[in-house]
């Protein structure tokens, strides 16, 4: 997500009276400590309120959502706009210091180390999280216990060395196990990323101590599985495999993220062989998590559905460097047996048509390597398709196309006698792993723009995993909510192409502060660091849903820890049923949205439930005490002869209702609001009980 914020500098000294009231006392004292010159505020304002009462002062208005304006003032002019009329309030707007420290309340799993309404504080003790990534520094603090005595790595599969050991089973890469290996590998090595970093963020975030910093990751005494692995199919469910056969091998359960993504590995419907080897471990007994993509802000798809008609679309290219780019990738997926057609053309800036391509029909196969000639200039172009995809029976096509002449201008042209077809415009490396979507333009009248919408690749698709959207953490003052909160704009909206409903769950992914590996060679940004044994660490603050996928996973952790025995499917549907809504979300449907999936992740709600799956019953003063129906709409009832006095409790402590359960007597729950609550017995030494709301 980019954030724009609007800034005009000023200068002065100030003074202000304290009897003045539109401005808390907290704010005034930041005032006064603050050694700038001009403050930035924001105000609460009302119908009085005229932007042009400011003009040609030194107050600068920033922006306004509906009664909320932004304003940047000179210290000596502070008197000045608290006078006016139009303003009912004033604050100084609080720094946004984004950090791991915020990602836990956004979750409320600071709640769940603390064990508020839980059988106990859960930190992802004895669960283990697979990392499937690139750029990982074994040595890092953030992997070490909280004693920063011994890493918590278990093993690393490097697939790009090649001077082994190899992993037992398999014929590739260099295998390190424990932590003397380790820490004298010190890294993974350079490969089509170069010396990365990105792995080292994400399992900081999924599961970091800290090391000796604030930005602790979710389940931070997970342990840890990672893999390094080759940017092919075969090789990633490699990682999987191993990494199952090693949390097997230590009898503790793997729970395995995957923040990476890619629009041609195959069918975005949940039948590709990555989704299928998913789905197959899944059952297994593995638990999967995976971002769900970026191009939330690219209209890089189009839906189009034929009646015998041909559509048009500007196709825009991605000009950055990259020693691997190669152009564009314009990727179609139609229905069963129901075939269709495309070409590209070529224009000039004058919007002529120069040459055209062949029209290649989906009927059989093709794979073709080929070019056209535009005066002096060459367009290069592929052509793969099937007329029934080996996967799902439906028919696809691939063009990749290479136009080094920014004055050409390539278009898509499509036609079907009918049935609807999808169309991605994805930048093209020759790596195979671009996977940033660039727009479809109505450059003419009558073609077509491109939209967001469908914008998940794979694994996002598949249907075992927990896909996860991306939203900016709430910023908190004293406990409060003051702000934030919103879903981050790069986050890929669902559905898929079969229509399922993804994402499953948002969780935090705005700028989040985590380790990245101190052996990159990548231009990214320091924001932190920390000595440790002599070397310097560093911490980045990093925007994606591969960073919300890891907050979700470090939840799974807790869940994990707290029911050993939860399954992917429980999983999944204790996260869709405890997920939370907000102003922000706005009221989810209970079959899930395809911004937000169910709602934003619930750390505490999830665990609470886990763990009520995995006990069933709470020991009463040696009774079996077990409250139902549960979940439940109406009522409430205890399966005892003997009567309790009750109180019933929301997360945040606050009593509800009060009245009695056993012996024939209920409590009625209709008018509660759709969540978890606690049954709290008000005599004795009863432990609580947790039960659902639907």
């Keep these: 997500m980019r954030l724009y914020f609007v800034a005009i500098a000023f200068f002065g000294s100030f003074s202000f009276s304290v009897a003045q009231s539109k401005m808390s006392s907290a704010s005034r004292q930041e005032v006064k400590l603050s050694s700038e010159n001009t403050v930035n505020l924001v105000a609460k304002v009302n119908d009085h309120f005229l932007a042009s009462e400011l003009a040609g002062s030194d107050v600068k208005i920033g922006s306004r959502m509906g009664n909320i304006v932004t304003l940047r003032v000179a210290k000596a002019n502070l008197s000045t706009v608290e006078d006016l009329a139009g303003i009912d309030y004033l604050e100084v707007a609080q720094k946004v210091s984004p950090n791991l420290k915020r990602v836990a309340p956004d979750l409320r799993a600071d709640s769940v180390y603390a064990g508020h309404g839980l059988g106990a504080g859960y930190t992802g003790k004895d669960v283990i999280i697979g990392v499937t990534d690139w750029g990982f520094d074994y040595t890092h603090p953030m992997y070490y216990d909280t004693a920063m005595q011994h890493t918590r790595i278990i093993a690393a599969w490097d697939q790009f060395k090649k001077s082994g050991p190899v992993p037992e089973g398999y014929s590739y890469g260099t295998e390190y196990n424990g932590e003397v290996e380790l820490l004298a590998a010190q890294s993974d090595t350079a490969n089509i990323y170069g010396n990365a970093y990105h792995g080292s963020h994400v399992a900081g975030i999924a599961g970091g101590s800290g090391g000796g910093t604030e930005h602790r990751g979710v389940a931070y005494e997970a342990e840890f599985l990672f893999v390094t692995f080759l940017v092919d199919e075969a090789a990633v469910i490699d990682a999987f495999s191993w990494m199952k056969e090693r949390a097997d091998a230590e009898g503790k359960r793997l729970v395995i993220n995957m923040s990476w993504g890619l629009y041609n590995?195959?069918?975005?419907?949940g039948t590709s062989l990555v989704s299928q080897a998913i789905d197959e471990l899944s059952a297994q007994g593995v638990i999967f998590v995976t971002s769900g993509g970026n191009n939330g802000d690219s209209p890089f798809h189009i839906k189009q559905t034929f009646a015998a008609d041909t559509i048009r679309t500007l196709v825009d290219f991605w000009r950055g460097s990259n020693p691997n780019r190669y152009g564009q990738t314009i990727s179609a997926w139609g229905v069963e047996e129901v075939p269709f057609t495309a070409s590209i053309e070529i224009y000039d800036a004058a919007k002529n048509r120069l040459v055209e391509s062949p029209m290649y029909a989906t009927e059989g196969s093709i794979n073709?390597?080929?070019?056209?000639?535009?005066?002096a200039d060459t367009v290069f172009y592929k052509v793969a398709l099937d007329g029934s995809h080996p996967l799902n029976s439906k028919p696809t096509m691939r063009l990749r196309v290479r136009n080094e002449n920014s004055a050409l201008h390539v278009v898509l042209k499509a036609y079907a006698d009918e049935g609807t077809v999808h169309f991605y415009?994805?930048?093209?490396?020759?790596?195979?792993?671009?996977?940033?979507?660039?727009?479809?333009?109505?450059?003419?009248?009558?073609?077509?723009a491109g939209d967001n919408m469908y914008s998940l690749g794979e694994p996002a698709s598949t249907r075992s995993v927990i896909t996860v959207a991306a939203h900016q953490s709430e910023v908190r003052r004293n406990g409060v909510v003051i702000g934030g909160g919103f879903s981050a704009n790069f986050s890929s909206f669902g559905p898929t192409i079969d229509e399922r409903i993804k994402?499953?769950?948002?969780?935090?992914?705005?700028?989040?502060?985590?380790s990245v590996s101190s052996?990159?060679?990548?231009?990214?940004?320091i924001d932190e660091t920390v000595e440790f044994e002599g070397k310097t660490y560093p911490f980045s603050k990093l925007s994606g849903t591969s960073m919300s996928s890891p907050a979700t996973a470090g939840v799974v952790a807790l869940m994990l820890e707290a029911n050993p025995n939860l399954w992917y499917n429980e999983a999944k549907e204790i996260l869709h049923n405890t997920s939370r809504e907000d102003i922000r979300t706005g009221d989810v449907p209970e079959t899930g949205n395809t911004q937000w999936g169910w709602g934003k992740v619930n750390a505490l709600a999830a665990v609470a439930q886990s763990e009520y799956k995995f006990v069933g019953v709470r020991i009463l003063e040696n009774e079996d005490i077990v409250v139902y129906p549960n979940p439940t709409s109406h009522v409430l009832s205890l399966n005892s002869a003997k009567t309790y006095q009750v109180e019933l409790v929301s997360y945040d402590g606050r009593v509800l209702l009060s009245g009695y359960l056993g012996g024939g007597e209920q409590v009625d729950v209709s008018r509660l609001h759709s969540g978890m609550y606690l049954v709290r017995f008000t005599h004795g030494r009863y432990e609580p009980v947790v039960f659902l709301k639907n």
């Design 425 to 448: 415009n994805v930048t093209d490396l020759t790596t195979d792993v671009g996977n940033w979507g660039m727009p479809f333009t109505a450059w003419k009248t009558g073609w077509l």
């Design 503 to 514: 994402p499953d769950v948002s969780a935090p992914g705005v700028s989040v502060m985590s």
């Design 519 to 525: 052996f990159t060679d990548a231009n990214v940004t």
């Design 368 to 375: 073709l390597d080929t070019f056209m000639t535009v005066g």
């Design 265 to 269: 590995l195959g069918p975005l419907d």
